[in-house]
């Protein structure tokens, strides 16, 4: 056999042959654990940031494309719809709009990226409407990705 003849030649078994169970040893399994460790601790701060990142990103885009379509529903109409007849007004004709030329989102009116309708206020508290999300935390107010994110 060959192993048996290297092991007599060398005084050492083969690696592939220590002459137990094979395996890993504590302290080789305890070195990688420690080194996915020290990557997942470097990583998912800046994985779960950049996540962050882009949902407020979306939601910007959204805010900004239901914006537009307020617009246009503002140019057939004449005005832009009550805060009762909310953002669903882009969708469906509301009672007393006669020039209404909708629907103006192709797919209805979208939730924020959080999973929460939109806020419409008309005419609002900042300017002739507010188009907001409260952001992550669903909250008024806030900092960083708990921040409102308005028009």
């Known amino acids: 056999m060959p192993n048996q003849a290297c092991h007599r030649a060398t ?45 407020t990103k979306a939601a910007r ?3 900004d494309a239901l914006h537009k379509a307020l617009v246009a ?22 009672a007393g709009a006669g020039q209404w030329a909708g629907p103006y989102l192709s797919k ?3 939730l924020d990226p959080w999973g929460r309708a939109y806020v419409y ?11 907001f999300s409260y952001g992550r935390d669903g909250k008024a107010g806030g900092e960083g990705e ?5 028009n």
């Open 146 to 150: 708990a921040a409102d994110i308005a």
């Open 11 to 55: 005084g050492r078994m083969p690696m592939f042959n220590r002459g137990g169970a094979g395996g890993f040893t504590l302290l080789e399994l305890l070195v990688v654990m420690v080194i996915i460790g020290l990557l997942v601790g470097y990583v998912a701060p800046n994985y779960f940031g950049a996540v962050g990142k882009s949902e």
């Open 61 to 63: 885009a959204q805010i």
């Open 121 to 131: 206020r008309h005419p609002g508290r900042k300017g002739e409407l507010d188009l």
């Open 108 to 110: 209805g009116v979208p």
């Open 73 to 94: 529903y503002r140019l057939d109409v004449g005005a832009y719809p009550t805060s009762e007849a909310g953002l669903a007004a882009l969708v469906a004709r509301p």
